[in-house]
């Protein structure tokens, strides 16, 4: 009887990290499932070694063909496969032990499922920073946006990849290119919010070829918006403008951009500006948008984690600087944006969980145990509660946490897992309302004198929650975005500390 799984493993070289790759197989509490090792024409060992591990793992097998690349490689393996569930898997990644349990739980709704992925440096250590579900569920609309996922965070049932297969004319961004094709054809994929695996960052990888990677992504996107554009998507209510197309594809130019600038030695980045000058893009680059793709530049270009503690900034805080310099001269941005801009990278990469401490801090200043009320249900604002759970859990006392939001979607409130609630158990007892007389209600009988924690929210659910503040008028509120900015600010004193000693050194 077939395994309900195949997971493929494209394999061209990888002799010194494939086992270790196999071994997370192995480790899964989902045990249905079978591997099938494509080895795209290997040189190196990695073919003895998948031997030694077929003779051990019957699970596992291996098919041999010429280079195809990867692209080529992960269609054979689709051929290969005759399971229900279909997941690729890089020779050099590594799934966590549940990983097939939750994608599988998830895809059952949908056909498709992903989940968050931990960042890693060449040798599988990590970089202190995850990439979790961006959305409970990922159609067209959000794939147009950005590839949502590393490509093993990903899960999908055979009938939905059905005929489709990767463009082996493409040698990168194969993937997102993949997840469009199948999004045009109304495929959605389900969030797991939790880690589903690891994702090695390596420096000298392919990845690394900024120009071609951007001009490549920039063909894949035109080719998408094409393409949904013929299949009626605009008059769904998708936006294919070329003002959106400009925004997108702006962005990832700006990124791409920005991962060249850090790593090239030269001050006055030419080779980063020409990229950028060349690509379709909105005319200005706000302080926000520079600090977010300059964030997301030293991650996955110089695969480092952007952290501000006196001593990693000092290998590219100038780089930067010299960076958003040259797009002043350019005219792509302001000279008196640079500093803001330093302002508002200060707040980003601020991380998430050190902003939910210094709030949950500041709540228990006075009674541990008192009442907490979240307010926002958002990505963040689920951190808020679990975290909140987790301290009453581990012993921080008996505690009351209501969590409420009503603008979210269902889909986001059920990321909250009645699995997740059961594991928090102790003492702390977590209720989720979506009903503002219920949020009433139980906060008079129950949760008099509670702090209010007021998750990052925006659009209607910002509008709703200061409004629901105004009436409720707790005495106690502690705001995301004030502690968030607290700690920002301290990060660019930080900033402009390094920055005055660098000056000071060049005279």
Same mark, same amino acid.
């Given at each position: 009887?077939?395994?309900?799984?195949?997971?493929?493993?494209?394999?061209?070289?990888?002799?010194?990290?494939?086992?270790?790759?196999?071994?997370?197989?192995?480790?899964?509490?989902?045990?249905?499932?079978?591997?099938?090792?494509?080895?795209?024409?290997?040189?190196?060992? #990695?073919?003895?070694?998948?031997?030694?591990?077929?003779?051990?793992?019957?699970?596992?097998?291996?098919?041999?063909?010429?280079?195809?690349?990867?692209?080529?490689?992960?269609?054979?393996?689709?051929?290969?496969?005759?399971?229900?569930?279909?997941?690729?898997?890089?020779?050099?990644?590594?799934?966590?032990?549940?990983?097939?349990?939750?994608?599988?739980?998830?895809?059952?709704?949908?056909?498709?499922?992903?989940?968050?992925?931990?960042?890693?440096?060449?040798?599988?250590?990590?970089?202190?920073?995850?990439?979790?579900?961006?959305?409970?569920?990922?159609?067209?609309?959000?794939?147009?946006?950005?590839?949502?996922?590393?490509?093993?965070?990903?899960?999908?049932?055979?009938?939905?990849?059905?005929?489709?297969?990767?463009?082996?004319?493409?040698?990168?961004?194969?993937?997102?290119?993949?997840?469009?094709?199948?999004?045009?054809?109304?495929?959605?994929?389900?969030?797991?919010?939790?880690?589903?695996?690891?994702?090695?960052?390596?420096?000298?990888?392919?990845?690394?070829?900024?120009?071609?990677?951007?001009?490549?992504?920039?063909?894949?996107?035109?080719?998408?918006?094409?393409?949904?554009?013929?299949?009626?998507?605009?008059?769904?209510?998708?936006?294919?403008?070329?003002?959106?197309?400009?925004?997108?594809? #702006?962005?990832?130019?700006?990124?791409?951009?920005?991962?060249?600038?850090?790593?090239?030695?030269?001050?006055?980045?030419?080779?980063?500006?020409?990229?950028?000058?060349?690509?379709?893009?909105?005319?200005?680059?706000?302080?926000?948008?520079?600090?977010?793709?300059?964030?997301?530049?030293?991650?996955?270009?110089?695969?480092?984690?952007?952290?501000?503690?006196?001593?990693?900034?000092?290998?590219?805080?100038?780089?930067?600087?010299?960076?958003?310099?040259?797009?002043?001269?350019?005219?792509?941005?302001?000279?008196?944006?640079?500093?803001?801009?330093?302002?508002?990278?200060?707040?980003?990469?601020?991380?998430?969980?050190?902003?939910?401490?210094?709030?949950?801090?500041?709540?228990?200043?006075?009674?541990?145990?008192?009442?907490?009320?979240?307010?926002?249900?958002?990505?963040?604002?689920?951190?808020?509660?679990?975290?909140?759970?987790?301290?009453?859990?581990?012993?921080?006392?008996?505690?009351?946490?209501?969590?409420?939001?009503?603008?979210?979607?269902?889909?986001?409130?059920?990321?909250?897992?009645?699995?997740?609630?059961?594991?928090?158990?102790? #003492?702390?007892?977590?209720?989720?309302?979506?009903?503002?007389?219920?949020?009433?209600?139980?906060?008079?009988?129950?949760?008099?004198?509670?702090?209010?924690?007021?998750?990052?929210?925006?659009?209607?659910?910002?509008?709703?929650?200061?409004?629901?503040?105004?009436?409720?008028?707790?005495?106690?509120?502690?705001?995301?975005?004030?502690?968030?900015?607290?700690?920002?600010?301290?990060?660019?004193?930080?900033?402009?500390?390094?920055?005055?000693?660098?000056?000071?050194?060049?005279?």
């Amino acid at each position: 009887m077939p395994a309900r799984l195949t997971s493929i493993v494209p394999m061209y070289n990888s002799a010194a990290t494939v086992e270790e790759t196999i071994e997370s197989l192995r480790r899964q509490t989902f045990e249905d499932w079978e591997c099938i090792v494509i080895n795209d024409g290997s040189t190196d060992d #990695g073919p003895e070694v998948i031997e030694e591990i077929m003779a051990r793992e019957p699970r596992v097998r291996m098919v041999t063909q010429a280079n195809r690349g990867l692209a080529g490689a992960r269609n054979r393996g689709i051929e290969e496969c005759r399971t229900e569930f279909i997941h690729f898997l890089d020779a050099d990644d590594w799934m966590s032990p549940r990983a097939f349990e939750w994608l599988i739980a998830a895809a059952a709704e949908t056909g498709g499922s992903y989940g968050g992925y931990e960042l890693c440096d060449a040798t599988g250590r990590s970089l202190g920073r995850q990439s979790p579900v961006s959305v409970p569920v990922v159609g067209l609309n959000e794939q147009l946006e950005w590839n949502r996922a590393a490509t093993h965070a990903h899960l999908f049932g055979r009938a939905v990849i059905g005929d489709c297969r990767f463009d082996e004319r493409l040698k990168m961004v194969e993937d997102h290119d993949m997840w469009l094709r199948l999004a045009a054809h109304g495929k959605c994929w389900k969030g797991v919010e939790r880690i589903v695996c690891g994702y090695r960052l390596h420096p000298n990888s392919m990845s690394k070829k900024f120009g071609a990677m951007y001009s490549t992504y920039e063909s894949v996107v035109r080719r998408a918006f094409a393409e949904c554009e013929e299949l009626g998507w605009h008059e769904r209510g998708v936006d294919l403008s070329p003002r959106r197309f400009r925004r997108v594809v #702006g962005h990832m130019a700006l990124t791409y951009a920005t991962m060249d600038a850090l790593l090239d030695p030269s001050p006055n980045k030419g080779r980063a500006a020409r990229m950028f000058d060349n690509a379709a893009r909105p005319e200005r680059i706000s302080p926000a948008w520079a600090a977010n793709t300059a964030s997301v530049a030293l991650l996955f270009g110089a695969c480092t984690a952007p952290d501000i503690d006196g001593w990693s900034e000092r290998r590219w805080l100038a780089p930067l600087r010299q960076w958003w310099v040259r797009c002043a001269d350019e005219g792509w941005m302001d000279f008196a944006d640079i500093e803001p801009a330093f302002a508002e990278f200060g707040r980003k990469v601020v991380h998430p969980d050190t902003i939910v401490g210094s709030m949950l801090d500041a709540a228990e200043s006075g009674r541990a145990d008192s009442p907490l009320v979240v307010l926002g249900l958002e990505r963040n604002g689920r951190r808020i509660v679990r975290r909140a759970a987790a301290r009453t859990t581990g012993g921080a006392g008996s505690r009351l946490i209501v969590a409420f939001d009503d603008c979210s979607t269902q889909h986001e409130v059920d990321l909250l897992s009645n699995e997740e609630r059961s594991e928090w158990g102790g #003492g702390g007892h977590v209720r989720i309302v979506r009903d503002a007389a219920e949020l009433a209600s139980l906060c008079a009988a129950e949760c008099a004198g509670a702090t209010w924690l007021v998750g990052p929210t925006e659009g209607p659910a910002s509008v709703g929650a200061e409004r629901l503040l105004a009436v409720v008028a707790p005495k106690r509120i502690e705001r995301w975005a004030d502690h968030r900015d607290r700690i920002g600010a301290a990060n660019l004193l930080r900033i402009n500390e390094q920055l005055n000693v660098r000056r000071a050194m060049a005279g």
